[in-house]
């Protein structure tokens, strides 16, 4: 009988996952995400350098004819570092159980950070050529496209935590706002991408 | 290597850094060209890296299981002298007839295949070891039960402690001079890093086989 009931008491609760990692498995996935982006974005960047080596000694880097719009870029850059203090502060107001703070953070990062796609959308619409022109004009449009795709979905991660911190969700405790911090995270590592492409693709 | 991103706080970090560290590279890719800028960009990169590396880490404090359960709960680390006379004569004086017995095994294994990943013939070669030495441990009277482990030891004890409470354990190395875990100070280290007594055992496999052949 005895082995009967401790069977029925398994069924009832499923045994604890084991955990061998420290690592909260949400917090450990995002890790996992953000390396494979890295790695995506490496790939784009070697074809990047590799087109400016090959290509570019013997057509320049831009080609005559091409010019790139550095001062807006710069402005887009300027916004998108201050949608990362704006998205810290998000994240500082709820961990001090300030939820205005945290609702005011995070509708100012998402209005910085689609400021950012609408500039770049006219950046593109009047830039002057196309991504099928050469290999210059497909490495800028294949490297800010990317970039602009991961803002695109970075918009709809703050999107909803705004929502749901509009419905009164998440507070002062690190379990309740992982839902903040994740799209935190990757919204940081858009803007530190960022800054690689700018000054990699408009400044040097 | 530091994960960047462990936080959005560390991440927020990591985007001052990038500002500061870009707009450097920046600045000297517009004054004096590409080349310089990647020199820049190298330079500062090193710096940081070695900044991050200096930086003084959390201590590494291993996860201890509080299951127990009222019985003693020995675990038992043995690499090939799992199956020694030696090992076995203390495990059974320690359990006694009211111990519950966790033998790990570590997966030795050559650098080179660890680092190819290739370990399926050391787990093989310790799962056959362990079965020797739990089926020795059953004769003796002993309630085991075994485990493969990580082929670091401290690792595999690591990995064993967090599910298994143990009260003390007992570690199995060859002799000194011939055991890597000695050279390597793995009995040091595992009492500095764990809160239970450990007990040392030296099986010398070779005098065993000696004796067994003329006895």
Known sequence: MASVAHVEEHHEHPPEAHKSSRVDARLLGMYLFIASETMLFGSFFSIYFFDRVVVGSDTGWPPEGFELPVYLALLNTIILVTSSFSMHWALQSIKRNNRSGLIAGLTLTFLLGLTFLLIQAREYTRIGFGPSDNAFASTFFGLTGLHGLHVFVGLNLLLYALIRSLRGHYGPKAEDHLGVELPGIYWHFVDVMWIVVYTTVYVI | MRNPFRSEAEAFGFVLVCVVLFAAVAVAGILFGGWIALAVFVALAVAVAIYV????KPPDEPVLSRQGGGRRRILVVANETVAGRALRGEVVRRAGAE????????????PLRHWASDEDGARAEAERRLAASLECLDDEGVEARGEVGDADPIQAMDDALRTFGAD????????PGRSNWLEKEVIGR????????????????????QASATS
């Open chain 2, 53 to 56: 590396k200096g930086e003084p």
């Open chain 2, 99 to 110: 111990a519950d017995v966790l033998v790990v095994c570590p997966a030795l294994n050559s």
């Open chain 2, 190 to 209: 595992a009492r500095e890093r764990y809160p239970v007594p450990i007990t040392h055992v030296v099986v010398d496999l070779e005098r065993e086989r």
């Open chain 2, 168 to 175: 003390e354990i007992v570690i199995s190395t060859h002799p």
